[in-house]
């Protein structure tokens, strides 16, 4: 099922909105914002277990938004939108702690691939919380 709350943050209107359009038609607690920082505030508020975050945006780029959010919660799965697609550095990725690159434009196909992909990542993270909890 779709249990996920789902945060979108990239200053595009027209990415903002189809990725929010297609998550919500699916089920999904989608909330989007236009800018970095109201993204980051947001978060601060409330629980998302999953954020999709533009790369290249005005006020914070995409890393530095990926560090905050990681600072306030490792666990959270970010998936960097891009229009630079393969072109992102994989060590760079690895350095902000970015856990799935989607490329612009995008496919609804290999939305749900990547979120699918997401909330494998989520269950892991939950699954050693979980182990880490039993075993002390």
Same mark, same amino acid.
């Given at each position: 099922?779709?249990?996920? +709350? *789902?945060? *979108?943050?990239?200053?595009?209107?027209? #990415?903002?909105?189809?990725?929010?359009?297609?998550?919500?038609?699916?089920?999904?607690? &989608?909330? &989007?914002?236009?800018?970095?920082?109201?993204?980051?505030? %947001?978060?601060?508020?409330?629980?998302?277990?999953?954020?999709?975050?533009?790369?290249?945006?005005?006020?914070?780029?995409?890393?530095?938004?990926? /560090?905050?959010?990681?600072?306030? +919660?490792?666990?959270?799965? #970010?998936?960097?939108?891009?229009?630079?697609?393969?072109?992102? /550095?994989?060590?760079? %990725?690895?350095?902000?702690?970015? /856990?799935?690159?989607? &490329?612009?434009?995008?496919?609804?196909?290999? %939305?749900?691939? #990547?979120? +699918? /992909? &997401?909330?494998? *990542?989520?269950?892991?993270?939950?699954?050693?919380? %979980?182990?880490?909890?039993?075993?002390?």
């Amino acid at each position: 099922g779709a249990t996920e +709350n *789902i945060l *979108i943050i990239d200053d595009e209107p027209a #990415i903002r909105e189809l990725l929010c359009d297609i998550l919500q038609s699916r089920g999904y607690k &989608a909330v &989007a914002v236009d800018d970095s920082l109201k993204g980051v505030e %947001l978060f601060e508020k409330e629980e998302f277990d999953i954020v999709f975050t533009d790369l290249s945006m005005p006020e914070m780029s995409g890393w530095e938004v990926t /560090d905050r959010l990681k600072s306030l +919660n490792p666990e959270v799965v #970010i998936v960097m939108v891009t229009g630079w697609g393969t072109q992102v /550095d994989s060590r760079k %990725l690895k350095a902000h702690s970015v /856990d799935l690159l989607m &490329a612009k434009p995008f496919e609804v196909k290999k %939305l749900f691939e #990547i979120l +699918n /992909d &997401a909330q494998k *990542i989520k269950k892991k993270r939950e699954e050693k919380k %979980l182990e880490k909890v039993m075993s002390s």
